[in-house]
Nanobody
């Protein structure tokens, strides 16, 4: 079992930055794929970024060059550094985990955090 707790969301102006954190429980954190998803009102949940246990990464096209996902296996924590934020980045952001390879579908992930809200004002 893995429990995930996100933090770091908030209100920021367009062009600003935020760093989200996701603290995970469990002794095998280093073997999990970790991902960030987001869901805006009225829209489906979509993947933002993912990182494998070996450090391989995936980014959705809309955040490439602006967001960076990283992990600290000693702290059991995954991060999402978000720069040059845009109003369209406004959403609830969720941390998720799965044991196998990176996947882009939310249905492929076994564990979820409660979410943290990111609001970008124009």
């Amino acid at each position: 079992q893995v429990q995930l707790v996100e933090s770091g969301g908030g209100l920021v102006q367009a062009g600003g930055s935020l760093r989200l954190s996701c603290a995970a429980s469990g002794r095998t954190f280093s073997r999990y794929v970790m991902a960030w998803f987001r869901q805006a009102p009225g829209k489906e949940r979509e993947i933002v970024a993912a990182i494998s246990w070996s450090g391989g990464t995936y980014y959705t096209d809309s955040v490439k060059g602006r967001f960076t996902i990283s992990r600290d296996n000693y702290k059991n924590t995954v991060y999402l550094q978000m720069n040059s934020l845009k109003p369209e980045d406004t959403a609830a952001y969720y941390c998720a985990a799965r044991y196998q390879a990176i996947a882009i579908s939310p249905a492929a992930y076994d564990y979820w955090g409660q979410g943290t809200q990111v609001t970008v004002s124009s």
